[in-house]
C-alpha cells in the first residue's frame, strides 16, 4: 500500500534536498548473521555465516568459519550436511546428479553450531503457482521515457486461500534485479493482508516490477527485442514474506519529500532462534518451491496497451 | 462524583441566595464600523471595581444591587466608552465602540483587555487575533493561523511538510480543532505548508494549552477555537489578496441593515497553473497539486434574545499525477447555531453541527487494473450550552454534548486484469456524550477560583465484526485473531465513561502581578493512527474499541503572570506536568491503511510530558514583538519498543526559541521579523549493518536514539501601505497594501529527518556503501510578494 504513495510523491517530484552528512552512531559487539534461503531445486543449496558490523564499515563482513550446518527433513528425518570447504563462511550442499533438495509439503529444521553456541529455525515448503507468460506492453514515450518503450509483465494466479506469500524476482539478460526498492513481493495476489487480494492474477504494479523501470530522467526503454528475461515465481513461507516486507521498508529509504512517509528505522524480524537467551543473531532461514519462466522478447510476444 | 456534584450545587444555591434584590445589567459589544461582535471585551462597574468580559457571542451580564453606576467598556485598540446607569430595573445596553486602529501602521498585538494578562482567570492559552496573525512575516507570504500560533510557547511541529502541532508534547491527534464548533479533522492543506483557516473569515483565534474549562472535551491536549466572522452588518465590504501560491477573496455586508448579515470567503491555489509551462510533455495532462476553499456565515437577529448563525466550510486539496490518479482530501462542516437569553442573567446556545472529513486514493491507468480507495468520517452533534451569571462573583457554566460519528475506513475496490475484488472495511459507528457543569468564582479581590467536572462516555456500536485478539509471547508482535463475532446495528459493543474534573485558580498578588494554577483530566475517545515520521492527510482515525481504550491525560500547570511599565509589557513563566495513559503506538511493520486487522497491530503504553514556558512581550510602541521560549520533554513507555524503556517521541524539543518583531517605521512602512530556534527532534538512527540476499540490512538498537542537527531560521517582510488619502485630501475608499517576505532569509538547509540508505556504489571490498542521508524539505530561501486589498 505505502508503495503506492511512494510512487505518487516520486512521480510528482520534489522541491526539497539531501546532503549527504557524518553522524556518530553507537557502536555493539558483533554476532552472528545468518543468510540461508534455500530452493526447492536442482541447484547447489548456500548458507552463508556472517558477523554484522559498525553500519558505516564498508570492508567485507567476518566470516564464521567452523561451524556444523545441518538441514533436517522433519517428516522423513533425512539430514542434509552443508559443509565450508574452502573457508569463506560459505557453507554448501551440492545435490547428486538429478537430485533436487527438498520436498513439497515438508517442513524443515536448521540448526548451527558455531563459537560455542546453537541457532535453530524452522521452514515449511510450499508449492509455487505456475507463470503462464511473460508480455511486454507497447507504450508511447512520455515525460520519463524519452522514446517509445516497452515493460514486461508477467501473468500468474494467486492460489485459492488467503495467506499464500510470494518472492518474484527477475533477471534481465542474465543480470538480477537486485536493488532493494526491486524487491517485489505479494501477498495473495496484492501487497499486503488485511486487505486480501486472494486467488486473482497477481495485481498490476506487482506484475510489471520485474521491469527495471529507470530512477532517472530522461532514459531509455527498459527493454528492447532481443532482451532475454528470466522470471521466478518463489512460494516462501509468511514469515519469509514479512521479512522480506521489513527488509524493503527498512532499506528502501526514498529521499526528499518522501521522508514524509517514512516510519522509524526499526530491526527486521530474524527466525534464527539462538538456544541462549544472551545471544543475538540476526538473519533468515527460508525453503521456497519455484516456478520460472525465460523469454526473449519478439513480436510474439509485444502487445498493445489496453485501451481505455 | 454524585458527592462533587452535590458540593458544587449547594455551593450554587448559596450564591444565589445570599443578599438583597439585584439588578442586572446585559448586552452585546461590537465594533461601530462593522457590527462584529468583540471578544473578551473588559466591561466594568467603576463604583464597584468589578465586572465582567464578553463572551465568545460578544455577550455580557453583570448583576448587581440597584443604584447610580458609571459602566466603562474597554477593548484594545478602541477607545473606551462611559455609560452612566440608573439601576433600579434589569437594564439592556448593546454598545458599540469605536476603533482607533485608523492608521493601520498601529500595531495592536492583542485586542484584549489591557492587563488580560494578569487579570484573567485564564493561564495556559495562547491568543492571537488576525491583526497580529497579519503582520508576522509568512511562508510564501501566505498569513496563517496555525503558524502564527507556533510562535507562541508550548507550540510545536516536527517540521515543513509536517500536517498538524504538537502542544505541550501531544501528538496532532490529541488536538481538537473547532471551527465555530464543528471539528476539522485535518486543519492543512499541502501537506501543513498552510493552514485550512482562511484569514479574511477569522474573527478570533484561542489556543486552550491547559486548564482547559468543562464545556470543552474529546481530546487530550488542546482545544483549538476557531471564531469566524459574523460578516459587515452595516456595509458592503470586500477583502482580497494575490499572493505567489494562491489568491484570496472574500465578501461581506449586511443582507438586512443590522439584522442580518453575511460574509463569503475563497482561497484558490495556482502552483499547478504556473507549473503548467515547465512540464514537458503533454501526457501530464491532469497533474495537479492545488487546493481550495470556501468559507460562509451568514446570521440573523431575530429579536433582542434570539439570533441564529449558520456557517459552512467547504476545503479540498487535490494532488494528482494525472487525470486517473492521484489522492485529494477535504473536510466540510456546517454548523447551525442560536443564542437565546431566557433573560438577562441566562444565556443559552444551542448548536446543531455535521462535520464531513474524507480522503481518497486512486491509481491504475485503465479500468481493468486500478485501486481505488475511499475513507470517510461523518460526524454529527448537538450541544446545548448554558451561562447563567448569578452575580459579579459567580458565573455559571453547563450543558450536554453529544457527537455522532460514523467511520468508513476504507471504501475499496482493486481490480486485477478486469476481475474485481472489493476488500471494504465494516462502517463503525460510535456515539460520544457528555454533561458538565463549572463555575467561575470570584472568592476575593484577590482569588478567584474556575472549577467544574465533565462527565463523558463513549459507546461503540455495531454492525460488524468484533475481533478478539491473542496476546504474543513477547510484546511488540502482530497479534493473532482468536476469535470475530458479529454486532448487531446499533448493538452497543463497548462503553466506556470518565470523569473529568477540571480546576483553576487566580491569586493576584498586586495589580499588575498573579499567580495561577490548574488541574485537568482529559479523555480522547477516537485516534488518529499515523506511525510516519509527520503526520498525513491519510492518517486514519479509530474510534475506541473493545481492543482500543480511551487516552487520558492529567495535567497540572502553574504560572506567574507579571506586567510591567503599566501593562505595556507583559511576562509569564508557566510549567506543567502531563501523564497520559493508552497512548497508542505501533508494532514495527504494522499496516496501518487498509487492515482489518488493525487492532492486532497496535500497542498501547503511557506518556509524560514536562515543560517550562517563558514568554515576554511588548505590546505598543515602534518596536513591539514577543520572545517564546520552552524547555521541554515529552516521553513514551511501551511495551514492545525500546525494551520497555521510556524514549522521547518524534516531536520531543528540548529548546524551542521563537522572538518575533515589529518595527513601525514609518505611515507607509512597517517591517518585521521572526527568528526560530528549535532542538533536532529525535530520529532513530541504527548501529550495525549485516548483509541478507544482498541487501544490506540496518540494525537498531532502540527508538529515538538520536538526534537530528538543530533547526535555525530567521524570516524577514515589510509591509508597504498605499496612501489612504486622495490627492484632494478625502479619504480614499480602497485600502492597500503589499507585503514582501523571505522565509528562510539566510537559506539554512534545516533538517527534517535523516535517512540511512545503501547507495548503488559498491566499496573495494565488493560491498555495497552505505551512508547517512539529511533531508531539508525546504532547501533554499523563499521569496514571495502578495498585494492585498480592502474596500
Known amino acids: 500500500m505505502k508503495k503506492l504513495l511512494f510512487l505518487l510523491v516520486i512521480a510528482l517530484g520534489t522541491s526539497s534536498c539531501d546532503d549527504e552528512v557524518d553522524i556518530p552512531l553507537k557502536d555493539t559487539t558483533p554476532f552472528l548473521n545468518v543468510d540461508a534461503w534455500l530452493t526447492h531445486t536442482g541447484e547447489t543449496q548456500e548458507i552463508v555465516l556472517n558477523y554484522t558490523r559498525p553500519y558505516f564499515d564498508n570492508g567485507a563482513p567476518e566470516p564464521a568459519l567452523e561451524a556444523e550446518v545441518v538441514v533436517i527433513d522433519i517428516e522423513t528425518e533425512t539430514p542434509y550436511f552443508f559443509t565450508d570447504e574452502d573457508d569463506d563462511g560459505t557453507y554448501i550442499w551440492v545435490p547428486a546428479d538429478g537430485e533436487v533438495f527438498g520436498q513439497l509439503g515438508h517442513s524443515y529444521g536448521l540448526q548451527i553450531s558455531v563459537d560455542g553456541n546453537v541457532y535453530q529455525s524452522f521452514s515449511m515448503l510450499t508449492a509455487a503457482p505456475p507463470i503462464d507468460s511473460i508480455t511486454f506492453e507497447y507504450n508511447k514515450k512520455d515525460a520519463f521515457i524519452e522514446e517509445d518503450y516497452y515493460y514486461a509483465e508477467f501473468w500468474a494466479r494467486d492460489f485459492e486461500g488467503p495467506g499464500n506469500t510470494y518472492w518474484v524476482k527477475s533477471f534481465v539478460n542474465d543480470s538480477y534485479l537486485g536493488k532493494p526498492e526491486q524487491i517485489n513481493i505479494a501477498y495473495d495476489a496484492g501487497f499486503s493482508a488485511g486487505g486480501e487480494v486472494d486467488s486473482l492474477i497477481f495485481i498490476q504494479p506487482i506484475r510489471t516490477a520485474i521491469t527495471p523501470f529507470p530512477t532517472e530522467t530522461p532514459a531509455v526503454s527498459p527493454f528492447k527485442r532481443g532482451d532475454k528475461l528470466r522470471v521466478e515465481l518463489h512460494a516462501i513461507p509468511i514469515e519469509a514474506w514479512f521479512f522480506l516486507y521489513r527488509v524493503q521498508d527498512e532499506t528502501v529509504r526514498q529521499p526528499g519529500f518522501a521522508q514524509l512517509f517514512a516510519n522509524p528505522l526499526a530491526n527486521s524480524p530474524s527466525n534464527i532462534v539462538p538456544t541462549n537467551d544472551d545471544v543475538s543473531v540476526v538473519g533468515f532461514f527460508s525453503v521456497a518451491d519455484v516456478s520460472a519462466l525465460e523469454v526473449i522478447m519478439s513480436d510474439e510476444n509485444i502487445v498493445d496497451r489496453v485501451p481505455d | 462524583m454524585k458527592k462533587l456534584i452535590l458540593t458544587l450545587l449547594s455551593g450554587l444555591f448559596l450564591f444565589s441566595a445570599s443578599g438583597q434584590e439585584k439588578f442586572t445589567i446585559s448586552g452585546y459589544v461590537r465594533d461601530q464600523s462593522d457590527g462584529e461582535t468583540l471578544i473578551g471585551a473588559t466591561v466594568l462597574i467603576r463604583e464597584l471595581s468589578s465586572g465582567n468580559i464578553t463572551n465568545v457571542y460578544g455577550f455580557y451580564s453583570i448583576t448587581i444591587p440597584p443604584g447610580e453606576y458609571s459602566v466603562e467598556y474597554r477593548y484594545i485598540g478602541y477607545q473606551p466608552i462611559q455609560k452612566s446607569v440608573?439601576?433600579?430595573?434589569?437594564?439592556?445596553?448593546?454598545?458599540?465602540?469605536?476603533?482607533?486602529?485608523?492608521?493601520?501602521?498601529?500595531?495592536?498585538?492583542?485586542?484584549?483587555?489591557?492587563?488580560?494578562?494578569?487579570?484573567?482567570?485564564?493561564?495556559?492559552?495562547?491568543?492571537?487575533?488576525?491583526?497580529?496573525?497579519?503582520?508576522?512575516?509568512?511562508?510564501?507570504?501566505?498569513?496563517?493561523?496555525?503558524?502564527?500560533?507556533?510562535?507562541?510557547?508550548?507550540?510545536?511541529?516536527?517540521?515543513?511538510?509536517?500536517?498538524?502541532?504538537?502542544?505541550?508534547?501531544?501528538?496532532?491527534?490529541?488536538?481538537?480543532?473547532?471551527?465555530?464548533?464543528?471539528?476539522?479533522?485535518?486543519?492543512?492543506?499541502?501537506?501543513?505548508?498552510?493552514s485550512v483557516f482562511n484569514p479574511d473569515a477569522v474573527k478570533d483565534v484561542k489556543l486552550y494549552k491547559g486548564g482547559i474549562p468543562a464545556e470543552y472535551g474529546g481530546r487530550l491536549s488542546s482545544i483549538l477555537d476557531v471564531r469566524m466572522k459574523e460578516g459587515n452588518i452595516k456595509n458592503y465590504e470586500v477583502n482580497g489578496g494575490i499572493g505567489t501560491i494562491f489568491s484570496r477573496f472574500a465578501v461581506e455586508g449586511p443582507i438586512a441593515r443590522n439584522k442580518s448579515s453575511f460574509i463569503l470567503a475563497g482561497r484558490r491555489s495556482y502552483i499547478d497553473v504556473l507549473a503548467q509551462p515547465f512540464l514537458k510533455n503533454n501526457d501530464l495532462d491532469g497533474v495537479g497539486l492545488r487546493f481550495y476553499d470556501l468559507t460562509g456565515k451568514t446570521n440573523y437577529y431575530i429579536s433582542d434574545k434570539d439570533r441564529?448563525?449558520?456557517?459552512?466550510?467547504?476545503?479540498?486539496?487535490?494532488?494528482?499525477?494525472?487525470?486517473?490518479?492521484?489522492?485529494?482530501?477535504?473536510?466540510?462542516?456546517?454548523?447551525?447555531?442560536?443564542?437565546?437569553?431566557?433573560?438577562?442573567?441566562?444565556?443559552?446556545?444551542?448548536?446543531?453541527?455535521?462535520?464531513?472529513?474524507?480522503?481518497?486514493?486512486?491509481?491504475?491507468?485503465?479500468?481493468?487494473?486500478?485501486?481505488?480507495?475511499?475513507?470517510?468520517?461523518?460526524?454529527?452533534?448537538?450541544?446545548?450550552?448554558?451561562?447563567?451569571?448569578?452575580?459579579?462573583?459567580?458565573?455559571?457554566?453547563?450543558?450536554?454534548?453529544?457527537?455522532?460519528?460514523?467511520?468508513?475506513?476504507?471504501?475499496?475496490?482493486?481490480?486485477?486484469?478486469?476481475?474485481?475484488?472489493?476488500?471494504?472495511?465494516?462502517?463503525?459507528?460510535?456515539?460520544?456524550?457528555?454533561?458538565?457543569?463549572?463555575?467561575?468564582?470570584?472568592?476575593?479581590?484577590?482569588?478567584?477560583?474556575?472549577?467544574?467536572?465533565?462527565?463523558?462516555?463513549?459507546?461503540?456500536?455495531?454492525?460488524?465484526?468484533?475481533?478478539?485478539?491473542?496476546?504474543?509471547?513477547?510484546?511488540?508482535?502482530?497479534?493473532?485473531?482468536?476469535?470475530?463475532?458479529?454486532?448487531?446495528?446499533?448493538?452497543?459493543?463497548?462503553?466506556?465513561?470518565?470523569?473529568?474534573?477540571?480546576?483553576?485558580?487566580?491569586?493576584?498578588?498586586?495589580?499588575?502581578?498573579?499567580?495561577?494554577?490548574?488541574?485537568?483530566?482529559?479523555?480522547?475517545?477516537?485516534?488518529?493512527?499515523?506511525?510516519?515520521?509527520?503526520?498525513?492527510?491519510?492518517?486514519?482515525?479509530?474510534?475506541?474499541?473493545?481492543?482500543?481504550?480511551?487516552?487520558?491525560?492529567?495535567?497540572?500547570?502553574?504560572?506567574?503572570?507579571?506586567?510591567?511599565?503599566?501593562?505595556?509589557?507583559?511576562?509569564?513563566?508557566?510549567?506543567?506536568?502531563?501523564?497520559?495513559?493508552?497512548?497508542?503506538?505501533?508494532?514495527?511493520?504494522?499496516?496501518?491503511?487498509?487492515?482489518?486487522?488493525?487492532?492486532?497491530?497496535?500497542?498501547?503504553?503511557?506518556?509524560?510530558?514536562?515543560?517550562?514556558?517563558?514568554?515576554?512581550?511588548?505590546?505598543?510602541?515602534?518596536?513591539?514583538?514577543?520572545?517564546?521560549?520552552?524547555?521541554?520533554?515529552?516521553?513514551?513507555?511501551?511495551?514492545?519498543?525500546?525494551?520497555?524503556?521510556?524514549?522521547?517521541?518524534?516531536f520531543d524539543q528540548t529548546h524551542n526559541l521563537?522572538?518575533?518583531?515589529?518595527?513601525?517605521?514609518?505611515?507607509?512602512?512597517?517591517?518585521?521579523?521572526?527568528?526560530?530556534?528549535?532542538?533536532?527532534?529525535?530520529?532513530?538512527?541504527?548501529?550495525?549493518?549485516?548483509?541478507?540476499?544482498?541487501?544490506?540490512?540496518?540494525?537498531?538498537?532502540?527508538?529515538?536514539?538520536?538526534?537530528?542537527?538543530?533547526?535555525?531560521?530567521?524570516?524577514?517582510?515589510?509591509?508597504?501601505?498605499?496612501?489612504?488619502?486622495?490627492?484632494?485630501?478625502?479619504?480614499?475608499?480602497?485600502?492597500?497594501?503589499?507585503?514582501?517576505?523571505?522565509?528562510?532569509?539566510?537559506?539554512?538547509?534545516?533538517?527534517?529527518?535523516?535517512?540511512?540508505?545503501?547507495?548503488?556504489?559498491?566499496?573495494?571490498?565488493?560491498?555495497?556503501?552505505?551512508?547517512?542521508?539529511?533531508?531539508?524539505?525546504?532547501?533554499?530561501?523563499?521569496?514571495?510578494?502578495?498585494?492585498?486589498?480592502?474596500?
Open chain 2, 308 to 650: 441564529v448563525y449558520l456557517s459552512g466550510y467547504l476545503g479540498r486539496d487535490v494532488f494528482k499525477f494525472d487525470a486517473n490518479q492521484g489522492f485529494d482530501w477535504g473536510n466540510k462542516t456546517a454548523s447551525l447555531r442560536w443564542n437565546h437569553l431566557f433573560n438577562d442573567r441566562i444565556f443559552s446556545n444551542t448548536t446543531l453541527f455535521l462535520s464531513d472529513y474524507d480522503y481518497s486514493f486512486q491509481v491504475g491507468e485503465t479500468k481493468d487494473d486500478l485501486f481505488s480507495w475511499k475513507s470517510r468520517i461523518l460526524t454529527y452533534n448537538f450541544k446545548e450550552q448554558f451561562s447563567y451569571f448569578i452575580n459579579t462573583s459567580n458565573e455559571l457554566s453547563f450543558g450536554a454534548e453529544a457527537i455522532l460519528y460514523r467511520f468508513k475506513p476504507a471504501e475499496v475496490l482493486g481490480v486485477s486484469d478486469g476481475e474485481e475484488s472489493d476488500i471494504s472495511l465494516d462502517e463503525r459507528k460510535s456515539v460520544e456524550t457528555a454533561i458538565y457543569l463549572g463555575n467561575t468564582q470570584k472568592i476575593s479581590d484577590r482569588l478567584s477560583l474556575q472549577y467544574g467536572v465533565r462527565l463523558s462516555g463513549f459507546q461503540y456500536l455495531g454492525e460488524g465484526s468484533i475481533y478478539y485478539y491473542e496476546d504474543t509471547e513477547e510484546k511488540g508482535e502482530r497479534r493473532p485473531v482468536s476469535d470475530i463475532g458479529e454486532a448487531d446495528n446499533w448493538e452497543t459493543i463497548q462503553f466506556y465513561s470518565n470523569l473529568e474534573p477540571r480546576f483553576s485558580f487566580k491569586y493576584s498578588v498586586n495589580p499588575s502581578t498573579s499567580i495561577k494554577g490548574s488541574y485537568n483530566r482529559m479523555s480522547q475517545y477516537i485516534h488518529l493512527v499515523s506511525n510516519t515520521t509527520a503526520s498525513l492527510p491519510t492518517d486514519v482515525w479509530t474510534p475506541s474499541t473493545n481492543n482500543i481504550k480511551p487516552q487520558l491525560a492529567d495535567q497540572v500547570a502553574l504560572g506567574v503572570f507579571k506586567n510591567f511599565l503599566n501593562n505595556q509589557l507583559e511576562t509569564s513563566i508557566e510549567v506543567y506536568y502531563k501523564e497520559s495513559q493508552n497512548q497508542v503506538d505501533y508494532i514495527d511493520g504494522a499496516e496501518i491503511l487498509i487492515n482489518r486487522f488493525l487492532e492486532g497491530d497496535l500497542l498501547s503504553g503511557e506518556g509524560r510530558a514536562y515543560g517550562a514556558e517563558f514568554f515576554v512581550k511588548k505590546n505598543s510602541g515602534k518596536i513591539n514583538g514577543w520572545i517564546s521560549y520552552t524547555l521541554a520533554r515529552t516521553e513514551l513507555k511501551v511495551e514492545g519498543i525500546n525494551e520497555g524503556n521510556w524514549y522521547p517521541t518524534r
Open chain 2, 86 to 194: 440608573s439601576l433600579n430595573q434589569n437594564v439592556r445596553l448593546d454598545v458599540e465602540l469605536i476603533s482607533t486602529e485608523q492608521k493601520l501602521q498601529e500595531v495592536v498585538v492583542t485586542a484584549k483587555p489591557e492587563d488580560e494578562n494578569v487579570s484573567s482567570m485564564e493561564m495556559s492559552t495562547a491568543e492571537l487575533d488576525i491583526t497580529t496573525i497579519q503582520k508576522i512575516p509568512a511562508f510564501l507570504g501566505e498569513v496563517d493561523v496555525v503558524k502564527s500560533l507556533q510562535l507562541l510557547p508550548g507550540v510545536t511541529t516536527v517540521g515543513e511538510g509536517a500536517s498538524g502541532f504538537n502542544v505541550r508534547g501531544g501528538s496532532v491527534g490529541q488536538n481538537l480543532i473547532l471551527l465555530d464548533e464543528a471539528p476539522v479533522y485535518n486543519s492543512s492543506h499541502m501537506f501543513g505548508f498552510f
Open chain 2, 658 to 791: 521563537k522572538v518575533t518583531a515589529n518595527y513601525d517605521w514609518s505611515e507607509k512602512w512597517s517591517l518585521s521579523a521572526n527568528f526560530t530556534f528549535i532542538t533536532g527532534t529525535p530520529n532513530t538512527l541504527p548501529s550495525y549493518r549485516y548483509e541478507n540476499q544482498g541487501y544490506t540490512i540496518p540494525g537498531v538498537l532502540g527508538r529515538n536514539n538520536g538526534r537530528i542537527p538543530d533547526y535555525h531560521r530567521l524570516d524577514l517582510s515589510a509591509t508597504w501601505y498605499m496612501r489612504t488619502i486622495k490627492s484632494d485630501g478625502s479619504p480614499k475608499k480602497l485600502r492597500d497594501h503589499w507585503v514582501f517576505t523571505v522565509y528562510n532569509v539566510y537559506a539554512r538547509r534545516n533538517p527534517f529527518s535523516i535517512y540511512f540508505a545503501q547507495t548503488d556504489d559498491l566499496s573495494v571490498a565488493g560491498q555495497s556503501v552505505t551512508q547517512a542521508n539529511q533531508v531539508s524539505i525546504l532547501g533554499t530561501f523563499v521569496p514571495a510578494v502578495s498585494y492585498n486589498f480592502k474596500f
